[in-house]
C-alpha cells in the first residue's frame, strides 16, 4: 500500500487489436504517444478482454467479474437512455464504488455503454458520456451531468477532440482539490465508421500504407454479409484500413494532449495512467473484418481476445518492460485498487487476481498466478493455456484445438485428432469446473441464445427474449454492432 494515493487516468479505446500498437511489433501504425507511455511504464504482451465485444468486455473491467456473473453477455441495444433505460449493473459492486470511498473524485470522458449511459454512477461528479455504443465521428449525442440533471447534447467537433477536450477541462479542475482524481477516458476510435471520418493529416500519413500488417485474407465461411460486405467492415476495404489506421493516430494525438497537461499541472508523478481497449479486432485478420461477432458462431482467435495494456506509474511501476504472463481483463480492477492503496480484496472473490506486485517487479509466490485465462461469448468459452487454446461451443460445437506453439495464427484445428483426445478432454473439464465455480446460476450464458446481435434486456428478467435474432440480411439495424 501506497502512503499518497495517486490520481487515476484510465484510458480505454474501442475495437483496437493488440496488433494496432507501434510498440506491440507493428511498423506501420503511428502511435507515439503510446509508444513512449510504454517506455516510461510497462506493457502487457499477453492482456485479454473477458469477452469479445463491447458491453461485457466492459462490465468485465468494472466488476472483475466474468459475463456470466455480471449478466451482460452481448452488446446492449435496447433503449440506452431516458427512464426506460436498464442499468444493467445496478446492484453489483464496481471498483470505482471503492475508490469513492476512498475519496477520490470521479469522472467519464467518453463511452459508457452499461445502459442508463446518461446516468452518472456512484461517485461520479462529471460524466460526459455517448448516448449508446457507437456514432459517426463527426456527429454525435452525448449526456452531460450537470448541476444533478443530464443535458443531452449533439457534438459536431470531431469526436476524439470532443472528449479529449472534456477529459482535459476535468483533469485541470480536479487537479486544483485536495482530493484524488479517478477519470475513465473512454474514446469510441477507433471503431467504426472508418471511410472519410478521420481528420485529414492523420488519413494523409497512411494514403501510400501497404497494410502488410493487416493482410487481407480470404472471407472467414463463418463470416454475416451484407451485400457481400462482411457485417463488421466497409465496402471500401482500402478507405476503411486508412481509416482504423487514422482513427488510432488521431487517439494517439489526444492521448499525448491529456499525458501533457498531466506534465504541466505537475501532477505526472503521482499518477497512474491505465491504457487498454475494450475487446480485440481483425482487420482482415483471419478473413475477418470485427470481433467475436464478425462471425457466426462467434470466435475467440487471439486478434479477437488479445487487447493492448499499458501501466505506467513513476517510481511504482517498472519502465520499459515488457510482461508476458497471461492476465485477463477480470485482474484489472483489484489491480487498479492496489496499486491506488485501497484494499483489493473484495475484487479478488471471484475470477480476478491483481497483478500489482508484477508490475512492481515482486517475485511472484509460489502457485501465486493462474497458468491460463478464459473467454466466454454466450454459448462460446475458451481456455487458453501458454501453449494451447481450446474453444467449446454449447451444445453441440463446433469445437476447437490449437498448438500455440507450433501454430501461433490459430490455423490447424486438432480438435478431431485421435492423438489429442486426451488433452481436448483434459482441458474441457478445467474450462467446465472453472465456470462452475465463477458462473451465477441465472446468468450464466452456455444455455443463452447469444449470437452477436445485441443484448436488450436482462437475462434475469426475460432470459430468452433479451437477445435480439440473429438477422444478419441488414434488415436488423442493431445486427453485428458495437
Not at 472473490?349 to 509466490?365: E, K, Y
Request: proline share 8%.
Amino acid at each position: 500500500m501506497w502512503n499518497k494515493k495517486p490520481n487515476i487516468l484510465f484510458i480505454l479505446s474501442d475495437d483496437q487489436g493488440a496488433w494496432a500498437l507501434g510498440c506491440a511489433g507493428n511498423p506501420e501504425i503511428q502511435t507515439p504517444q503510446l509508444d513512449a507511455l510504454a517506455a516510461r511504464g510497462t506493457r502487457l504482451e499477453n492482456f485479454f478482454c473477458a469477452s469479445p465485444v463491447c458491453s461485457p468486455a466492459r462490465a468485465s473491467l468494472m466488476t472483475g467479474n466474468i459475463p456470466s456473473r455480471h449478466g451482460v453477455h452481448d452488446y446492449l441495444a435496447g433503449v440506452e437512455t431516458g427512464p426506460q433505460a436498464i442499468d444493467y449493473l445496478s446492484g453489483q459492486r464496481l471498483f470505482t464504488d471503492d475508490l469513492a470511498d476512498a475519496g477520490y473524485r470521479l469522472g467519464l470522458s467518453g463511452k459508457w455503454h452499461l445502459g442508463a449511459n446518461d446516468a452518472p454512477r456512484k461517485g461520479f461528479s462529471h460524466w460526459f458520456a455517448l448516448e449508446g455504443g457507437g456514432s459517426p465521428y463527426d456527429s454525435s449525442v452525448m449526456y452531460r451531468f450537470d448541476g444533478g440533471t443530464s443535458r443531452r447534447e449533439t457534438v459536431t467537433e470531431y469526436l476524439t477532440d470532443a472528449i479529449t477536450n472534456d477529459a482535459l477541462d476535468f483533469i485541470t479542475e480536479a487537479s486544483q482539490g485536495p482530493e484524488p482524481f479517478f477519470l475513465a477516458l473512454n474514446y469510441t476510435a477507433p471503431h467504426k465508421p472508418w471511410k472519410g471520418q478521420h481528420p485529414p493529416e492523420f488519413e494523409d500519413a497512411y494514403r501510400d500504407c501497404a497494410f502488410s500488417s493487416c493482410p487481407q485474407e480470404a472471407m472467414h465461411p463463418w463470416t454475416p454479409t451484407v451485400d457481400g460486405v462482411p457485417i463488421g467492415g466497409e465496402a471500401d476495404v482500402r478507405a476503411a484500413l486508412v481509416g482504423y489506421f487514422a482513427a488510432v493516430s488521431a487517439m494517439d494525438a489526444g492521448i499525448g494532449t491529456v499525458l501533457g497537461r498531466l506534465e504541466e499541472l505537475g501532477i505526472q508523478e503521482n499518477t497512474l495512467v491505465v491504457f487498454s481497449s475494450d475487446n480485440g479486432f481483425n482487420c482482415g485478420h483471419h478473413g475477418i473484418w470485427g470481433k467475436g461477432n464478425g462471425t457466426f458462431p462467434q470466435n475467440v482467435y487471439d486478434s479477437s481476445v488479445k487487447v493492448p495494456a499499458i501501466f505506467a506509474l513513476p517510481g511504482r511501476i517498472r519502465q520499459g518492460v515488457v510482461l508476458t504472463e497471461l492476465l485477463s481483463a477480470y485482474d484489472l480492477a483489484a489491480t487498479i485498487l492496489e496499486l491506488a492503496g485501497v484494499d483489493p480484496r473484495p475484487f479478488e472473490d471471484g475470477p480476478g487476481q491483481s497483478f500489482a506486485g508484477l508490475l512492481a517487479g515482486l517475485p511472484p509466490a509460489a502457485g501465486d498466478r493462474a497458468v491460463v485465462v478464459f473467454d466466454e461469448y454466450g454459448p462460446v468459452r475458451m481456455i487458453r493455456s501458454t501453449d494451447w487454446k481450446y474453444v467449446h461451443r454449447y451444445p453441440h460445437g463446433p469445437h476447437e484445438l490449437y498448438d500455440l506453439v507450433a501454430d501461433p495464427d490459430e490455423r490447424v484445428n486438432l480438435v478431431d485428432r485421435p492423438a489429442h483426445a486426451a488433452r481436448v478432454s483434459g482441458l474441457r473439464s478445467q474450462l467446465q469446473e472453472w465456470f462452475q465455480q465463477h458462473a451465477v446460476p441465472g446468468l450464466e450464458g452456455s444455455w443463452l441464445p447469444v449470437a452477436g446481435a445485441g443484448q436488450a434486456a436482462s437475462v434475469l428478467d426475460d432470459p430468452l427474449g433479451a437477445f435480439t435474432p440473429p438477422n444478419w440480411d441488414g434488415t436488423d439495424a442493431a445486427g453485428g454492432s458495437s
